[in-house]
């Protein structure tokens, strides 16, 4: 049961026992509720931050490497592959049983759009 109906709940039901003259929950009933919706609440708001957050990052490293596509670069900087690497292996994505060296930067970008996809249509699956 979610938190919200679960306040929603007491508040309802205790105007009902109310009217049947029964006793109203406590001061303490009331706020446990609330803390739970609250807490609900702050971790559904950690998870779309991280999911936010990721995004972000994904971003910043594939502007990075379209930056060096456009000045037709054929490798990757050591720090931004030891970064693409990281992330990618922190993903489980298939490129990350390649070597970092061996890796072109369109496949760090097809791999970083792939994860970024995962993480988009959970974002609106979430919403439905």
């Known amino acids: 049961m979610e938190a919200g109906q679960r306040i929603y709940e007491v508040f309802f039901s205790a105007r009902t026992r109310l009217e049947r003259g029964v006793n109203l929950p406590t001061i303490g009933e009331t706020c446990v509720a609330i803390t739970q919706q609250l807490e609900s609440w702050e971790v559904e708001k950690v ?8 995004i972000h990052y994904i971003d ?7 930056q060096l596509n456009i000045a ?9 592959r030891t970064l693409c690497k990281d992330f990618i292996d922190g993903e489980a994505h298939p490129l990350s049983q390649r070597r970092a060296e061996e890796v072109p930067i369109a496949e760090w970008m097809d791999a970083l759009y792939d994860v970024q996809d995962g993480l988009m249509f959970t ?3 979430d919403e439905e």
């Open 72 to 80: 037709e670069e054929s490798e990757v900087p050591p720090g931004l």
């Open 123 to 125: 974002a609106e699956d």
């Open 47 to 54: 998870q779309r931050y991280a999911r936010r957050n990721k």
């Open 60 to 66: 910043r490293l594939l502007n990075e490497l379209e």
